[in-house]
């Protein structure tokens, strides 16, 4: 029988299985006689017949589930034990099922480990020597279809394990079926089994990055009362930092473990801000009051105890691409000033949030690979030290074993290299039990063999995913609380790693550009994303301009670009879009709040008059160091101020509007067209300019006074005409009665003024001169130097002040 296990397909069977097939192996030897008489052409055949039923049973067989193994890295005097489920996924039923364990060869390089993870369920693979019958579980029957649990616990005494290393741990179903009526391997799956039951010569000094990594939630819109009421795009935070988010568990999860903590600041300033009073945008654009202000208190409580005299990383603001900076946005002015700006920022983020001053000199790119664009990036911001992966920066010299973390890169920059099979072992879907257990028994493994590499002590990094889901995060507790409680690790910070010595023999060169991954090529932001934030950003350098509070808009929308530009939004091409578009068209709409008050036509009825032209301000705070200028497009019919153009500096307080005069002056009659601009203090142009025409007129209200006046003189002079000729008759009438003339009566009859109107008229048509009294005329003066304004109704047009 202990031969028999060592050969594929078979393994020892418990006593009263073995007096059973016994009877039966005595009542077939006729069979077996005649069997032998079957020519060898026959028997290939035969044996040939038996291989492809056996693939296919194992294309159709059991499958075998390792939910648990515990515990994961056993010493002397613990008991073993491993459960799971076996499913019958074929359509006959297996009978005679059993399930057993098989300890496997010793695993004695990293390599033998990646080979036995990619094959775990192949039944046609080595499966070790079965341990003793007495540690098995059997089932007379496994329907099709159902799922059947087994639980085993073996002393690992009886494991016969031998000399420390990683053992492969086989869990194995052997039955058989109607079609295949005899005993066969139906199922199988693989896992690791780490064996330090002594503490280690020397311990392997490990770094596990803790990330507090999340996507951008808060818009760039703020309230606009005083304390600037932050908006969130939706409920998401909530959710994940509340009891049972993935937030929330890797907080929970992490206060009991020693780890370095790397935290997005922006996460911690949405948290922040949602301790008081916020607002939430529904679907429809419509904001609510946001309800979480408890969750978001206890979160950050939490998280302050968790982080209580550990080791805190801060990333920039938002935790900025790098890779796609350096590939497709450093031709665009004010990139990299982003990212300084991003990373100015951090402390004053963190330390009053935490309580903790963080580390602010690491970078870490996307899946930490680098060429030298991405590092010339990444030191632009201040950082020195550079978290990449052994994928990334990997070995040419030949070394046998995994070298430490630190490497001097060049420009005094450290690379600090995390190990790419440990950082990658809690990707991919683990909300299944088996799928959980089998990452963490090789995160193990693989960490037990390079620690039996060589004799050396060494520093390694894992660096996980940036946002690992909540079972991700479970296993990665799980197997680091394994670790910390083995013989063959200790924790270290992050720090310490990187000022550690380098290893001599390890890799220095960064890679090329053209070595960088194709795969990660094609999720970074495009060109168009860079040159969207520049534009962007230079709207919000033109507005700022002409604030008397910028802080109120350049600390949001600062923000709102570091958050533009995250790597969060790889693979979300359609939402990093939405963001961005909605940050620029509501700064649009903000710098739109200053703005001129569209003219009609205007009216100016003679030769000088003032137009007024009105800015208005619908901000909360007051606008300035802004110029308004008014030009004439026709300078020779209309001057302003004497000239083509004026222009007048404007002050304009919150919430209100300012109108502004101007002084013109005509030189001919008609229609010119006059332009407004607002101006910053640079001579740059703000906001949209207002185009209305000028209609020059001749007869003014002055004009019509004049010719006023001029009729009344005529009045007045016709009258005293007519006094005079009166009083002269009638002194001519008295010389001729005293004379006796007949004549004079007649004369003083026609004098005595019977038609005084006709006298008026005659008057008014002589030219100018009594010929009886010799007074000099009145005329009137009808060329006016301005014309009289009109009293018509204007239309769609203005009158102007004068």
Known sequence: MAEAADFQGTHPSPARRWVRRTVALL???????????????????????????????ASDGVSVAVDSLSPAAPTDGDTVTVSGTVTNNGKQAVTDAQVDLRVGPQLDTRSSIDAVARNSDDP????????????????????????????????????????????????????QTSAQPWEQILGVERTFLPWQPDEAGTRTKTTF????????????ETGSNEQQTPVFLNEDLAKEISPGGRLNQMVTLGKDLDVTWVVDPDLLASVD???????VRGEDGTTTAGKHQAVAKQWLADLQKAVADKEVVALPFADPDLASLAHNGTDFTGSLSQLKEAT???TNTVEPILHVKPTTDFAWPVEGAVDPSIVKVATSAGADKIITRSDSLEETGGLSYTPSAARPIGGGTTAVVADARLSTAFEGDLTKASTSTAAVQQFLAQSLSLDLQTGKQRSVVVAPQRMPTGSQARAMAEALTALQGGDWSESQDLADTASAKPDPGATTKVPSRSAYPS???????????????????????????????????????????????????????????TFRNGVETYLDGLTGQVRLIDKS????????ATIPVTVQNNL?????????????????????????????????????????????????????TVIAQLYTADGRKYGEPVTFDVKVTEITATVMLVIGGGVLLLVLAGYRMYQQRKRAAARAAAEEEQDGGETGADGAESGTGENPDGAADRLTKDSGTDSRTGDPGQPSDPGADTAAESADPSGTGERVDR
């Open 27 to 57: 009542a077939s030897a006729p069979l077996l006689a005649g069997l032998a008489q079957v020519p060898a052409s026959g028997a290939a055949q035969a044996q040939t017949q038996t291989g492809a039923a056996t693939a296919a049973a």
């Open 209 to 220: 990055l803790w990330p507090l990594i999340s996507t951008s939630h808060m818009a760039a």
């Open 273 to 279: 801000a949602m301790t008081r009073t916020y607002e």
């Open 124 to 175: 046609q693979g080595s499966l070790g020597t079965a341990v003793d019958d007495k540690y098995t579980e059997e089932f007379p029957k496994l329907t099709p279809g159902v799922a059947e649990h087994f639980t085993l616990s073996v002393p690992v005494d009886a494991l016969d394990l031998g000399q420390d290393g990683v053992y492969q741990l086989a869990v194995a179903l052997s039955g």
């Open 620 to 672: 909360v705070q007051d606008a300035d160091h802004l110029v308004l200028r008014l030009t004439s497009t026709n300078p020779t019919r209309l001057e302003i101020g004497g000239d083509a153009y004026q222009e007048q500096p404007v002050s304009v307080s919150g919430g209100h509007s300012q109108s502004v005069k101007f002084t013109t002056s005509a030189n001919a009659n008609g229609r010119a």
């Open 601 to 608: 036509e205007t009216k100016l009825s003679g030769r000088s």
């Open 519 to 577: 795969s990660l090529r094609k999720q970074e932001l495009p060109h168009t994303v860079f040159e969207q934030l520049a534009r962007t950003q230079d709207k919000i350098d033109h507005f700022k301009a002409v604030l008397s509070d910028r802080s109120r808009v350049v600390t949001p929308f600062g923000r709102a670009m570091n958050r533009g530009m995250s790597t969060s939004w790889r693979d979300r091409a359609a939402q990093a879009q």
């Open 344 to 346: 100015d920022v951090v």
